[in-house]
């Protein structure tokens, strides 16, 4: 038997287990870690919180390592078949579980090979999901955040942004994952809405509520969560003022801003048609844009052009046209709004525009359009999907119940089955007791 011995790894947390697995492979032979990039990663787990470069650093470190190789899939195949091994080292625990499926091909493929499959026991008292909500709790720097996002779009199908607009919504979006048969389904990021932001306010969505109070809500949202934020800017104001917000963003560790080409009193790009939108001139739209670029401080920060002219009763054509332009005054991606329900015209723009610019990001707020999947969004060349109202239209009609049942009843009996107990919401907030 040839004395390599692959193990296969993230490297983002590095706890006993894994130095007990680095400690048996070496012992064995020659160990050469295959890393998981952040693109195989991507679409079956939470994205690491370290780079590929930063997590590889630490990994050629550790003593029993022999050298570390990207490995470019969440299978583990191909580099089976690209470094042939001897041996494969994994824990025990890939016996039950999602990974029984890669369990089943390394068989496989060892056999092929005429290699061995190595399973050493799980290491007790280690319980990757306590050591993710630890890290949970140290939270993240505005630097991490911010870059999360381009990492994001580069390594992800799509990137399933939710509307957050207040901290308990944010938890909400933080925590909720669900297992499925391609891997772990979560949401990327938080959007931060300007009409659930008023809504919650009181006020109408008309950019009738200012930065400053935009970022409080924003700060009680940063400070119990770690996911990226996308900030809806509206029309971003004049290039005068867009240039302040961008630095106060980045400054918050806020990773994109998105800016709607309208002018004049904006109003809500859902109301009827009888709300005239009337959309900016493309040359002093592209000179906000490109003031905002100048200013930004930090290289990750993304300026996305918001393309009102579905809204605002023009063709597909005028989009293409005005993305063109948003996009040579250094727009780092687009998003296109239309109230169809088909989708047929974003469907439409989103192809013509791809076959343009093959790597500009597109976001897609599908809150008409409902009815197309993902999946299907993203065979479009969609990059990021906004669910932009989606937290507080739910809690809204949750909130009426509760309080007619207790008009009705004259006590709060009744709505006892359809509110949280109060030992679960007692207990929801960690550091409470
Ligand atoms: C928002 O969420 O405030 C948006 C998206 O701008 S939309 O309401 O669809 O215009
Ligand atoms: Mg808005």
Redesign the pocket.
Known sequence: MNSLIYLGMRGDIIHPGIINIIREGAKRGELLVGLLTDSAIANHKRLPYLTYEQRKSVIENIKGVSRVVPQEEWSYVSNLRKWKPGAIIHGDDWKTGPLQKERDDVFAVMAELGGEVIEIPYTAGVNSSALNNAIREVGTTPDIRLGMLRRLIENKKIVRIM?AHSGLSGLIIENCEMIKEDGLHSFDGM?S????DSTCKGKP?IEAVDLTARLQSMTDILECTTKPVIF?G?TGGKPEHFVFTVKTLERNGISAVII?DKVGLKK???FGTDVKQELAEIDDFCAKIAAGKRAQVTRDFMIIARLESLIAGFPVSDALQRADAYVKAGADGVMI?SKEKTGEDIKEFCEKFRAAHKHIPIVL?P?TYNTWTEKELAGWGANII?Y??HMLRASYPAMVNAANSILENERSFEADSFCMPIKQILELIPGGK
């Open positions: 509307e959007w809405s300007s009409l659930t969505d809806d509206d709607e809500n790009s859902l709004h707020v809150t906004i932009a109202n």
